[in-house]
């Protein structure tokens, strides 16, 4: 069974840090693009940070030169390293990966995990 797993959320004070990690498991034969998306309590899904197969990335306006995506093709694992955090980047962050299984190309999704930043 494929599966995205996520550690690395927490709570943390305005100004900190936090890195966030997601491995996928399984039997899994190729990987395309792999990202962060985040969603805060009564706003839509959305885009955080995405990392393609060959490394290039592209971010939100909101997290520019903050937060940086990266990822470990041996380990199967994104990381999303979250600096200057705000009260605005409070939310669930997904991880979120286009992964080639047993079943053709599709996106698999995080249980999420939750960020909370105090001001």
């Known amino acids: 069974q494929v599966q995205l797993v996520e550690s690395g959320g927490g709570l943390v004070q305005a100004g900190g840090s936090l890195r966030l990690s997601c491995a996928a498991s399984g039997i899994i034969f190729r990987i395309n693009a792999m990202g962060w998306y985040r969603q805060a309590p009564g706003k839509q899904r959305e885009m955080v940070a995405r990392v393609t197969s060959s490394g290039a990335t592209n971010y939100a306006d909101s997290v520019k030169g903050r937060f940086t995506i990266s990822r470990d093709n041996a380990k199967n694992t994104v990381y999303l390293q979250m600096n200057s955090l705000n009260s605005e980047d409070t939310a669930v962050y997904y991880c979120?990966?286009?992964?080639?299984?047993?079943?053709?190309?599709?996106?698999?999704w995080g249980q999420g995990t939750q960020v909370t930043v105090s001001s």
């Open positions: 979120n990966a286009e992964l080639v299984t047993i079943k053709p190309l599709r996106d698999y």
